[in-house]
């Protein structure tokens, strides 16, 4: 039962371009998503969250939009750099009434290459 | 970079054999979690803690036993290594406040011949 799923496994994108990776969820009690990135050899790195009463948050490079009815959510990266190639991992989290204890449920994940 | 350290970050050992990986923070953050992480199933979890001696299971932890006698080490033992342990494993922490990002350690690379 993959409660967050990332459908393509790989995305491949010229430098300079928009890099748009997407998950999709089927846990309608996930009410927090993140992103990381992460490099071989490397634990993941936190890249940007979205709490569910928001449809949108930004950071530099870096906007995950959510969509809640379709259980939805994406990450974009505009302009695209080589130095963002890496896999991508979404996760959510699900507050619970705080018995969760900050559990999070990850996709597979997908694997970006941005060309120069 | 929030202070992580796991050990050992390689291991290679033989089926039926004890395992120990040790992560240590120094953040004095209140949550721990133990994944490990797989070709096709992004990370999972295996067991996290809440709180010194506050341990419990996560999505796949059979085969696997925790102990956090400390806040700041959370230990991951195999009590009788097999393949399918072959994996590489991570550990994360968090303040425990809701909605609170985990940060994640290096990474162990563990080989189970």
């Known amino acids: ?116 | 970079d929030a202070g992580i350290t796991q050990s050992p970050r390689h291991k290679v050992t033989e089926t039926g054999t004890p395992v120990t990986l040790r992560c240590h923070q120094t953040e004095n953050h209140r949550y721990m979690y133990w994944y490990r992480q797989d070709p096709g199933h992004g990370l999972r979890l295996i067991h996290y803690s809440y709180g010194v001696k506050d341990t419990d299971k996560g999505e796949v932890s059979d085969g696997y036993s925790v102990s956090r006698s400390k806040t700041e080490d959370f230990l991951l033992t195999l009590e009788s290594a097999t393949s399918s342990q072959t994996s590489v494993y991570f550990c994360a922490i968090s303040p425990g406040l809701l909605q609170e990002t985990q940060y994640f350690g290096p990474g162990t690379r563990l080989l189970v011949l």
């Open chain 1, 1 to 116: 039962d993959q409660q967050v799923k990332q459908n393509s496994p790989s995305l491949s994108v010229q430098e300079g371009r928009i890099s748009i990776l997407n998950c999709d969820y089927t846990n309608s009690m996930f009410d927090y998503f993140l992103w990381y990135k992460k490099y071989p050899a490397e634990g993941p790195t936190f890249l940007i969250s979205i709490s569910s009463i928001k449809d949108k948050n930004e950071d530099g490079r870096f906007t995950v939009f959510l969509n809640k009815s379709a259980k939805h959510l994406s990450l974009h990266i505009v302009p695209s750099q080589p130095g963002d190639s890496a896999v991508y991992f979404c996760a959510a989290s699900a507050y619970a009434g705080g018995t969760s204890y900050g559990k999070l449920t990850f996709g597979q994940g997908t694997i970006l290459t941005v060309h120069p």
